[in-house]
């Protein structure tokens, strides 16, 4: 079952004109190729959500990376100096 392109109603699958309006439906060959394309659509974007999440996850370990460092370089500061007469 599908449904008009134009007013929505239900109609049964390879009608050629909807019932309720005349409009013109799309072919089962247009209908094949749409499917096809969305479904390339829908990887690629997966695929750009993988590589964002990798993205973001290696952000994530360098910006840890970096605090340690700056913890590090803290710590080396608070070592070298200690005031006098204690």
């Known amino acids: ?3 008009c ?6 109609h ?8 309720f309006c005349g409009t ?6 247009l209908l094949a190729r749409l499917r096809a394309e969305s479904e390339q659509i829908r990887l690629l974007v997966l695929q750009m959500q993988q590589q964002t999440n990798a993205q973001n996850d ?3 370990r360098l910006e840890a990376m970096r605090l340690q460092a700056e913890a590090a370089a803290r710590n ?3 070592q070298q100096y200690r ?3 204690w």
């Open 5 to 10: 392109i134009n007013c929505g109603n239900q």
């Open 58 to 60: 290696a952000y994530a």
């Open 76 to 78: 080396q500061q608070n």
């Open 12 to 19: 049964q699958d390879g009608v050629r004109f909807c019932r």
């Open 1 to 3: 079952m599908g449904f």
């Open 24 to 29: 013109a439906q799309p072919s089962e060959q």
């Open 83 to 85: 005031p006098p007469g």
